[in-house]
Structures are given as C-alpha cells and as structure tokens.
Nanobody, 127 residues
Framework: QVQLVESGGGLVQAGGSLRLSCAAS????????TAWFRQAPGKEREFVAG????????NYADSVKGRFTISRDNAKSTVYLQMNSLKPEDTAAYYC????????????????????WGQGTQVIVFA
C-alpha cells in the first residue's frame, strides 16, 4: 500500500514557475513508477509527466515538453514536477499517481494503469 500527498500548488503569473512535490509513504514506495496527471474544470484527467521507479526513464505530454521536468529522490520517497514558463492553460488540479514498477522501463501515460492517487494540488496561472 502506498499513500501519496501532493504539495506546492498555488497562484502564479504566466511565465512563472512552480515546483510540485509528491511524498510517498509505504515500504516499497521507491519501487513504484510515478506520474503526474492534471484535470481542468470540465475536462478529462490527462497525463502530464511520468518517471520510472529508479528515475532512468521519463515521459512527457507534448504540451509540457521543454517546460516541465519530472524527477525523483528515492531517499526521500518524493517525486517532483518542476514547472517553468507556465501558461494559463496549465491551470488545473494536479494529481500524483503511482503503480508498481520495479525493473520496468516503460512509463505508462494511461490513468487506468495507476493504482494509487493523491488528493491533488491546485495550480492557477493568470495572465
């Protein structure tokens, strides 16, 4: 069992930056692949970025490539999402998700593949 807690959301002007954190608890948290998804009002939850259990592989949505960076520190059981050059269209609730992924290299972009979810953190980008 893994529990996820997100933090770092907030209100930021377009062009600014935020760093989201996802703290995981559980003995095997460091063996889980982790991803960030987001959901804007009235829209489907969409994949943003994902990272394999050891940080060796990452995957990004086209809309955030070059602006967002996902990373992890397994010693702290924490995954980060550095978001730069934010745009109003990045406004959404951001969710951390995890799935067992020890020794797996493929990072899934499908929300149904993830077993555990955090409660979300809100990001609002104003022009």
């Amino acid at each position: 069992q893994v529990q996820l807690v997100e933090s770092g959301g907030g209100l930021v002007q377009a062009g600014g930056s935020l760093r989201l954190s996802c703290a995981a608890s559980g003995r095997t948290a460091s063996t889980y692949a982790t991803a960030w998804f987001r959901q804007a009002p009235g829209k489907e939850r969409e994949f943003v970025a994902g990272i394999s259990w050891n940080g060796g592989n990452t995957n990004y949505a086209d809309s955030v490539k070059g602006r967002f960076t996902i990373s992890r520190d397994n010693a702290k059981s924490t995954v980060y999402l550095q978001m730069n050059s934010l745009k109003p269209e990045d406004t959404a609730a951001y969710y951390c998700a995890a799935r067992p992924g020890f020794l797996k290299v493929v990072v899934s972009t499908q929300k149904n593949d993830y077993n555990y979810w955090g409660q979300g953190t809100q990001v609002i980008v104003f022009a």
